[in-house]
């Protein structure tokens, strides 16, 4: 204790000394607080970054329409800005890019809009964002730039997707309208093909009539001579009658001709709609399968994770387990070996020379008794003199005395010291079979803890693939039935122009033979008016009129079977039409169905464990990097070896110089975890705890630098800047441990920080208190190491450097 008080008196008398360690208390403040407190959140000041943004979009012109695409972003981009844009010309862009006025560079070109438009083209054009960062200027600045443009380029994707998905539906309502319109005139076309099936049968049944009349007439001529006058009468109006019929036929040909081209352009364009129906609905199962592909790769990963994971894991406790005993091994053979070799020859050596001292003094005072003794019993001064030198002759000298009591002394303590170290090697033993049976253990559980720890994220992420999968399952059977129906569609329109130009070519035959049938008519007015001056050409005639008749007659009957065949094709493709047209009208859109279309799937963002700003995340890393720190800089003010008096053994000596830098340690975290609280208004999930693990954190540093530096001066102080350089790359502060090159990974679980970083990140952010423990544990069994470490060091220099003072 006094050793103690003289450290904490000499600093209190050195004024110089004890501000140097006031300064360094406040080094964490200066690392952890100024680091945290100007990264806490640069997020929230990106309106202040400036970024030009260059309009040259010209614009375009779409279904009588002009639109401008890049007007629309800059009006979006200054609504509600999150940067600081500003909207500049091309050459005062650039040139800021340049001198550095500006970070990044965004331009429209003029062609944005135009080539928006192309998306029914031959050749559809892309619409391009020119993005030019200045990396030199600031490569972060760049990265968070690079991070908006892809926000904007996924808005404007989605836009221009529900623009195109607007003008697809547009037109499909338009096909809905016209298929419409086309039932209604199928089922005018097929009234009339069945009367005109009507009237063919009636004039067949007449040519029929006509032509068995007509062969009568020949046989009954000579009888008919008798009604000429009345057969010229009924030759004219035939006649008449005929060439009536025949423009009507002509008319008939025409609009059969009109409707057979309607209905060959109706064919191709459902065989184009069904063509790209055909095209969609074979796209739609490779998305269903590449969904069951990630379906199946995600559930072997969620099966192969854990137990790679643990076996890794537990590989590397096993490792650093084998490392610990090897230590606490060398440390055992140490401290038994000191005690054997130095401690009891020093203690022998020094007990029997002070014991000898005591007999010889004793010896001397019992000798000046017995003379006094004798003197007075009245012997004389010679006899007195004689015994008593007769005495100090016999008497064993210091010398002889001493070396007699050190051998039996060296037996003594040898034994005890030989029960000591039976119980130290004991208590090693039992510490190390401990520690490799919780390791144990803790490789055993650990596949089950981290199959538990990552099957509920596992399992929504199986959930929300399955939900895809039937959505993708259910647009397939919607897809494939619109197939079908384009493909009946498509056969329907196909019979439809089939019967049409079958109808046209028989109506063709019609109109020639009614051509023949009017000209007969004609020839039998010009006989029957020739009839008064020859009845002898009659014969001929008649002949002529039954040949013509029968021809009329076997035309009619193609025509009727031409007209059959009309009307079965009529009524197919009217009942065609009016499916197609129903099918059509039941597409049902509005601004939800075009946003749907582009963007189908929407990502929900839903977080565990947040952490609010940058300055969170980083405090775990920066409050360990200003601890380490301040315990180095504390080696550089306070002298860690150098007593402030003589100790009394090396025990004093360590606890002496331990308790100014556990002291400071303590105020070193302290400050700075309340200056994080207060100040900077961290939040924590228990402030206790997080004090409490500050302070272990700094308490670990300040024995490891301790160590380094007692031990190996200037030396150790390079060795303990190396580990905090390794620390920094290692102990997953700011990229994650798998990030850094695989060499540099098995590093991360031999440093200290590695585990004050995850400690912190539980006592901060997840609340996670037995990760806290546990790294706390980690952290104590360092501090442990090197404190025994350190008084090692601090005997052994004792007994080399102060123990002829002691003695003297």
Request: net charge negative; with cysteine.
């Amino acid at each position: 204790m006094k050793g103690i008080l003289e450290e904490f008196s000499q600093i209190r008398k050195e004024h110089k000394l004890l501000i140097a360690i006031i300064a360094v208390i406040a080094v964490p403040i200066l690392y952890a607080g100024m680091f945290l407190w100007a990264f806490w959140d640069p997020y929230d000041h990106l309106a202040d970054l400036p970024i030009a943004v260059v309009n040259e979009d010209e614009g375009a012109n779409q279904d009588g329409e002009t639109m401008n695409l890049g007007d629309e972003l800059v009006e979006k981009l200054t609504e509600d800005p999150e940067f600081d844009f500003n909207i500049v010309d091309k050459d005062t862009g650039y040139q800021g890019l340049q001198d550095q006025t500006y970070y990044i560079l965004v331009e429209i070109p003029n062609d944005f809009s135009k080539n928006a438009t192309t998306l029914m083209d031959d050749h559809p054009e892309k619409s391009n964002i020119i993005y030019i960062p200045n990396e030199s200027y600031n490569f972060l600045a760049s990265q968070i730039g690079e991070t908006a443009m892809l926000q904007i380029e996924t808005a404007l994707q989605e836009k221009i997707t529900e623009t195109y998905a607007e003008t697809i539906f547009d037109q499909i309502d338009e096909i809905a309208d016209g298929l419409g319109k086309a039932s209604d005139a199928t089922t005018s076309l097929a009234d009339g093909a069945e009367q005109l099936q009507d009237g063919s049968h009636q004039l067949s049944d007449h040519l029929a009539t006509l032509a068995e009349k007509s062969i009568d007439f020949q046989h009954g001529v000579s009888s008919a001579r008798s009604g000429v006058n009345e057969l010229v009468d009924g030759s004219k109006n035939l006649a008449n009658g005929m060439h009536q019929l025949h423009e009507g036929s002509n008319e008939l040909l025409k609009g059969s001709k009109e409707i057979q081209s309607g209905s060959e352009d109706l064919a191709s364009g459902v065989n184009m709609t069904n063509e790209g129906v055909q095209q969609l609905n074979e796209q739609i199962p490779s998305l269903v399968s590449g969904t069951d592909t990630v379906m199946n790769g995600l559930t072997d990963l969620h099966n192969q994770l854990p137990k790679e994971l643990s076996t890794a894991i537990g590989e590397q406790l096993k490792a650093n387990s084998e490392k610990m005993n090897t230590g606490l091994t060398e440390l055992q053979n140490g401290i038994t070996s000191g005690l054997t070799n130095e401690l009891a020859p020093g203690i022998s050596s020094t007990l029997s020379s002070a014991i000898a001292d005591e007999m010889i003094a004793t010896q001397k005072a019992q000798t000046e008794t017995l003379a006094v003794t004798l003197r007075e019993s009245g012997m004389e001064e010679q006899t007195v003199n004689a015994i008593i030198q007769q005495l100090q002759q016999n008497a064993p000298s210091k010398e002889t005395l001493a070396a007699s009591l050190q051998d039996k002394l060296t037996v003594q303590i040898n034994g005890a010291i030989e029960n000591t170290t039976n119980q130290i090697n004991s208590g090693f033993d039992t510490y190390k079979t401990e520690v490799n049976k919780n390791v144990e253990n803790a490789t055993t559980t650990l596949e089950a803890g981290i199959k538990t720890a990552i099957d509920p994220p596992f399992t929504e992420l199986k959930n929300g693939l399955s939900t895809i999968n039937e959505g993708q399952n259910s647009l397939q059977d919607g897809v494939a039935q619109l197939a079908d129906g384009t493909a009946q569609l498509q056969t329907g329109s196909q019979r439809l122009a089939s019967g049409q130009n079958e109808y046209v070519d028989s109506l063709q035959l019609f109109t020639t033979k009614f051509t023949e049938a009017n000209n007969g008519a004609e020839s039998l007015a010009t006989g029957t008016n020739s009839l008064f001056s020859g009845m002898l050409k009659l014969e001929d005639g008649s002949i002529q009129l039954s040949e013509g008749s029968v021809q009329l007659d076997d035309g009619s009957k193609e025509l009727t079977e031409g007209v059959e065949k009309l009307v079965d094709g009529t009524n197919e493709f009217k009942t065609e039409m009016k499916d197609a047209a129903e099918e059509a009208s039941e597409v049902k859109t509005n601004d939800e169905t075009y946003n749907m279309m582009a963007n189908p799937v929407e990502v929900k963002n839903e977080k565990i464990n947040q952490v609010p700003n940058y300055g969170t995340g980083f405090a775990p890393y920066f409050l360990s990097l200003g601890l380490f720190v301040g315990a180095l800089l504390l080696s550089i003010v306070y002298p860690l070896k150098e007593p402030a008096s003589i100790p009394k053994n090396g025990l004093h000596w360590f606890f002496s110089k331990f308790s100014v830098l556990f002291v400071v340690g303590i105020l070193q975290a302290v400050i700075a975890s309340g200056f994080l609280l207060l100040v900077l208004k961290l939040e924590v999930q228990s402030v206790p705890l997080f004090m409490l693990f500050a302070i272990i954190t700094s308490l670990v540093f300040i024995t490891l630098v301790q160590f380094l530096v007692t031990c190996f001066d200037d030396p150790g102080r390079f060795i303990a800047i190396i580990i905090l350089i390794m620390q920094l790359t290692t102990s997953a502060g700011t990229f994650p441990l798998e990030l850094i090159p695989k060499i540099l990974q098995p590093i991360n679980y031999i440093l200290p920080m590695t585990y004050s970083v995850a400690g912190f990140k539980a006592v901060i952010s997840s609340g996670e208190f037995h990760v806290m423990w546990q790294n706390a544990g980690v952290l104590m069994l360092f501090t442990l190491f090197f404190l025994l470490l350190t008084v090692s060091y601090f005997i052994v220099m004792f007994k080399r450097k102060y123990r002829t003072v002691q003695e003297a």
